[in-house]
């Protein structure tokens, strides 16, 4: 049993976490949404923040069907414009007593409603349109002490706000007052909108205005129940009354199958307690059920973004491993290579140290003459231009494979237009600007991760024996070969793992080095190669990710955050109604 704290706290959660309702893609999502929106906020919160007793009745129908009439006799004053021609109530126009307007109870109604107190003496503009939600209040000695009425718009109006307030209010009320008459109990629209409106339990009563014969009264009265699927609290008969419609008396009605009198059960507390009751554990209900729609439209409205955000980071991917194979540093090989034979000969170790000494001073003089003849080097070396016309390339080839999406997109416009911004020639004129990623080529973490991949391997390789004693012995050979002479390696054609590798315009593009790898292993080659593709190229493709396309990311990133999180939030609070559902929260 949860506590009635832990339970707000949820549906709280559940009300922050709902998106704007236009953003659902289905359009009965959307209403789904604003109508649970408007459940939580104005119905199962403020009840659950403190029972008030308060009888919530709301009088609800098709247009022209008498519920003005009913309204002005239910509260006896006229106070509903009541006139032939019909759907003059565009707001809806409630009355209470004036002991309401008071203490608790005025908090209570302050938290369901916007609520436009009536001054004495004046006409509400309810027919004059407004927010849904808003409530003119008149107060009204006549009206019982614990009872407030209300007066809706029609839900058949063709205007579709009149049904947008009717319903903001009918989901807050306690019970509901449906009239109709032998012209509209059948009305498809009207057991459609009956049907939602009572929901899973929620008490309502129906009045069949403008009775001719009892027995076709409750004919019609028991058709309407089976189409809706849950038979009213009581039903009432109003006969046909000339003097109603002339305006000289108010409208009565007849119970039907022994239930109390209108006014009896509306006015009595026992009848309220008993219809408050049944009215909450009905609005659980709907609200589980409405969260649990939502719960899965939430994360159907997730997939799109999140397949469209891991296709777009996939090919940045690709671009990025490609582009990386242009330029896989040989030297870091070699260092790992030389570093783990010392390391596991000592001998070796100490006769090496000067060659290395010797090989690097030879190899920084004969650079500075070089260059005292030739001039500096270019400051990008070519392996770098290739990899970047590499990255230039991919890019433009992914922007005209995703162009399409932009078109397939059924999600919202907000997306869209960052989708058409990121997929078209704004993003390929930006292409033939620099890329500055000059930074990234030498990157050395890349380069860090590779020289540990590459001593474990080459660790693994190694397994003693006359293998190690002949590559120990060839490698002291060749120590007066920098490793900076084997700056990069190129792979000439193919992908990740081909064969045709090229130690390409060093010293050691000799048969010596060939004969090192050889002798580690036929497949080393590929696996440095995969490591640095795949860990270089995941650098690439973030460079590329800010550089080109960090709006569209983190917008559909956000989207696919919100929807889950909503999705979270609605199922959990699921549950927690559903562990509810066999008893009240505690206090």
Request: negative net charge; hydrophobic residues 45%; contains cysteine.
């Amino acid at each position: 049993m949860t506590s009635l704290t832990a339970l707000r706290a949820a549906l709280e959660s559940s009300l922050n976490a709902l998106p704007a309702p236009e953003r659902f893609p289905r359009s009965e999502d959307a209403d789904r949404a604003r109508r649970l929106s408007e459940r939580l906020r104005r119905d199962l919160l403020p009840r659950l923040g403190g029972e008030a007793p308060l009888l919530l009745v709301a009088i609800a129908g098709p247009n022209n069907v008498g519920k003005s009439t009913l309204f002005n006799s239910l509260i006896g004053v006229s106070l509903s414009p009541a006139r032939p021609e019909g759907g003059l109530t565009k707001q809806c126009l409630a009355a209470a007593n004036p002991s309401t307007w008071t203490g608790e109870l005025r908090e209570f109604l302050v938290r369901r409603y916007d609520i436009l107190p009536v001054p004495p003496g004046t006409e509400a503009p309810v027919d004059q349109p407004g927010p849904a939600g808003r409530l003119y209040l008149v107060l009204e000695a006549a009206v019982p002490p614990g009872l407030l009425v209300m007066d809706t718009p029609d839900f058949d109006s063709v205007y579709r706000d009149n049904r947008d307030r009717a319903e903001a209010l009918l989901v807050t009320v306690d019970v509901l007052l449906f009239v109709v008459s032998r012209q509209t109990y059948q009305n498809a629209a009207l057991v459609d909108f009956l049907r939602a409106a009572v929901g899973r339990g929620r008490p309502y009563l129906l009045i069949y205005n403008e009775a001719t014969r009892e027995e076709v009264a409750r004919g019609h009265l028991d058709k309407l129940a089976a189409d809706v699927g849950q038979p009213p609290l009581a039903r009432y008969l109003a006969p046909h009354q000339p003097e109603v419609e002339a305006g000289q008396r108010p409208l009565a009605t007849h119970p039907l199958d022994g239930r109390p009198a209108l006014s009896v059960l509306l006015g009595q507390a026992e009848h309220a307690r008993e219809l408050k009751s049944r009215a909450l554990a009905a609005s659980l209900a709907d609200a589980r059920a409405e969260m649990d729609a939502l719960g899965q439209a939430a994360r159907e409205a997730s997939h799109e973004p999140e397949r469209l955000r891991q296709r777009l980071r996939h090919e940045l991917l690709a671009v990025g491993r490609s582009a990386a194979l242009k330029g896989v540093p040989a030297d870091v090989l070699v260092d790992a290579f030389r570093d783990e034979l010392d390391a596991r000969s000592t001998f070796h170790r100490y006769v090496r140290l000067p060659f290395r000494a010797l090989a690097t001073a030879l190899t920084f003089v004969s650079r500075k003459v070089r260059q005292s003849f030739t001039g500096p080097q270019p400051s990008e070396a070519p392996v770098f231009q290739a990899t970047d016309e590499t990255l230039r390339d991919g890019t433009r080839r992914l922007v005209e494979v995703l162009a399409p999406e932009v078109a397939a997109w059924r999600g919202d416009e907000a997306t869209r237009a960052r989708l058409a911004e990121a997929f078209g020639a704004a993003t390929l004129a930006r292409l033939e600007e620099p890329l500055g990623f000059d930074a990234l080529h030498g990157h050395a973490a890349d380069r860090e991760g590779l020289y540990a991949f590459c001593r474990s391997l080459v660790g693994q390789e190694l397994q003693g024996g006359m293998r190690e004693e002949l590559m120990q012995a060839l490698t002291t050979l060749v120590y007066s070969v920098p490793s900076g002479a084997a700056a990069v390696a190129t792979v000439a054609t193919g992908g990740v793992g081909h064969d045709a590798i090229i130690w390409a315009g060093t010293l050691l593009s000799t048969p010596l080095l060939e004969r090192f790898v050889d002798l580690l292993g036929a497949d080393v080659r590929a696996r440095v190669t995969q490591k640095w593709a795949d860990a270089h190229g995941a650098t690439l493709a973030h460079a590329l990710e800010e550089r080109f396309f960090p709006e569209v990311l983190i917008h559909l990133d956000t989207q696919v955050s919100q929807w889950r999180g909503t999705a979270g939030a609605l199922e959990d609070t699921s549950r927690k109604l559903a562990q509810e559902s066999a008893s009240p929260p505690s206090p």
